[in-house]
T-cell receptor, first 111, second 113 residues
Framework: DGGITQSPKYLFRKEGQNVTLSCEQN?????MYWYRQDPGQGLRLIYY???????QKGDIAEGYSVSREKKESFPLTVTSAQKNPTAFYLC??????????FGPGTRLTVT | DQQVKQNSPSLSVQEGRISILNCDYT??????FLWYKKYPAEGPTFLIS?????DKNEDGRFTVFLNKSAKHLSLHIVPSQPGDSAVYFC????????????FGEGTQLTVNP
């Protein structure tokens, strides 16, 4: 079954801890993306990668880090420097210049 | 600077009637536009897209219209069904800059039986 998986669905962390969100795709897509969604708002781009071992900052990259060591995987680390980490995080992938397809999302709650 | 804007946060229609969702953009470089549907606590689902070389694209009950001079696009759903109730996002990109999308804030569509 081809698709994008994100795990876990729900994640709880204490303030001050780093946390890594997983994103895997088996669609053979070159590009992968991370967004966050806050209540009543649209999706805001955190980071994206169009090729292995390369990635670019999106609109709200501060407090986040990513890696792209494999084509299939694009993990996102939410660091303690992120001031408002509680949000719904969405991963997507696409062929270059094609529509993005999204995973089911991870709800992160930091207390 | 909100480059893609959906001015209506919500829309309510009767089952069987037409739903029209609107989206405006300010960046004249955008040349590829998409609509996504999203249920709560799920990832968005790609619905339909349109390139700036076209002014209409149709897929089943969904039609997207693009008016480049007005920097406006719309999604028509005919006939509307209760299962269409969701948040709809429009998104835009500059194709030569890769697949990076800019999203609108979304419109909550409610289709009443």
């Amino acid at each position: 079954d081809g698709g994008i998986t994100q795990s876990p669905k729900y994640l709880f962390r204490k303030e001050g801890q780093n946390v890594t969100l997983s994103c895997e795709q088996n669609l053979n897509h070159d590009a992968m993306y991370w967004y966050r969604q806050d209540p009543g708002q649209g999706l805001r781009l955190i980071y994206y990668s169009q090729i292995v071992n390369d990635f670019q900052k999106g609109d709200i990259a501060e407090g986040y880090s990513v890696s792209r060591e494999k084509k299939e995987s694009f993990p996102l680390t939410v660091t303690s420097a992120q001031k408002n980490p509680t949000a719904f995080y969405l991963c997507a992938s696409s062929v270059l210049q094609g529509p993005q397809y999204f995973g089911p999302g991870t709800r992160l709650t930091v207390t | 600077d909100q480059q893609v804007k959906q001015n209506s946060p919500s829309l309510s229609v009767q089952e069987g009637r037409i739903s029209i969702l609107n989206c405006d953009y300010t960046n004249s470089m955008f040349d590829y536009f998409l609509w996504y549907k999203k249920y709560p606590a799920e990832g968005p689902t790609f619905l339909i897209s349109i390139s700036s070389i076209k002014d209409k694209n149709e897929d089943g009950r969904f039609t997207v219209f693009l008016n480049k001079s007005a920097k406006h696009l719309s999604l028509h759903i005919v006939p509307s069904q209760p299962g269409d109730s969701a948040v709809y996002f429009c998104a835009a990109s500059v194709v030569t800059s890769g697949s990076r999308l800019t999203f609108g804030e979304g419109t909550q569509l409610t289709v009443n039986p």
